[in-house]
Antibody, heavy 124, light 106 residues
Framework: EVQLVESGGGLVQPGGSLRLSCAAS????????MSWVRQAPGKGLEWVAY????????YYVDSVKGRFTISRDNAKNSLSLQMNSLRAEDTAVYYC?????????????????WGQGTLVTVSS | DIQMTQSPSSLSASVGDRVTITCRAS??????LNWYQQKPGKAPKLLIF???SLQSGVPSRFSGSGSGTDFTLTISSLQPEDFATYFC????????FGGGTTVEIK
């Protein structure tokens, strides 16, 4: 069974930092694109970042470029999001999500499994 | 960025009704369009990918159509478990989501 379990959320002051983690199990982690997607309270979904299977390519939404860093450890089946210079508008539930693969074709932005999410609150 | 506009933002329907949700892209996205279902307090669930392909395990009462800029999600006969919020998402470029459509019980 595919499982994605996020951790690391919490309350942080504006300008502060936080590191989110996602523990993956039930699939061959190293063969999938992985993403972070967030959802502000009562709002819609926003893709944040994704990372290629081997970590060689990383892409970010404009609003987090230069502040957030996505990374992965395939040996530990783990995905991370380092968030610096946090702002009030970064307050959201952050989901770890897997990119869909069918046969040998993988689609980095089609998310077939999601974690339960971890809440990040940026407030003084 | 490609903007995705869903309509309506909410609707009320009864069990057994046929429900249609529309999603419009600000530019042509070919068939790079997905649909997700989200229930309160839960993560989204992939329903439809590539505009019309049903994700494994999703009931056949869900269907998707469209290409270019205009897309629809149809639920042929609404079931109690279908009351939820639905999001479209384009994957033609940096992924973006529609604002969501909440399907409520009439």
């Amino acid at each position: 069974e595919v499982q994605l379990v996020e951790s690391g959320g919490g309350l942080v002051q504006p300008g502060g930092s936080l590191r989110l983690s996602c523990a993956a199990s039930g699939f061959t982690f190293s063969t999938y694109w992985m993403s972070w997607v967030r959802q502000a309270p009562g709002k819609g979904l926003e893709w944040v970042a994704y990372i290629k299977q081997d970590g060689s390519e990383k892409y970010y939404v404009d609003s987090v470029k230069g502040r957030f860093t996505i990374s992965r450890d395939n040996a530990k089946n783990s995905l991370s999001l380092q968030m610096n210079s946090l702002r009030a508008e970064d307050t959201a539930v952050y989901y770890c999500a897997r990119g869909y693969c069918s046969g040998t074709s993988c689609y980095r932005a089609t998310f077939d499994y999601w974690g339960q999410g971890t809440l990040v609150t940026v407030s003084s | 960025d490609i903007q995705m506009t869903q309509s309506p933002s909410s609707l009320s329907a009864s069990v057994g009704d046929r429900v249609t949700i529309t999603c419009r892209a600000s530019q042509s996205i070919s068939s790079y369009l997905n649909w997700y279902q989200q229930k309160p307090g839960k993560a989204p669930k992939l329903l439809i990918f590539a505009a019309s392909s049903l994700q494994s395990g999703v009931p056949s009462r869900f269907s998707g159509s469209g290409s270019g800029t205009d897309f629809t999600l149809t639920i042929s006969s609404l079931q109690p478990e279908d009351f939820a919020t639905y999001f479209c998402q384009q994957t033609y470029s940096a992924p973006t989501f529609g604002g969501g459509t909440t399907v409520e019980i009439k």
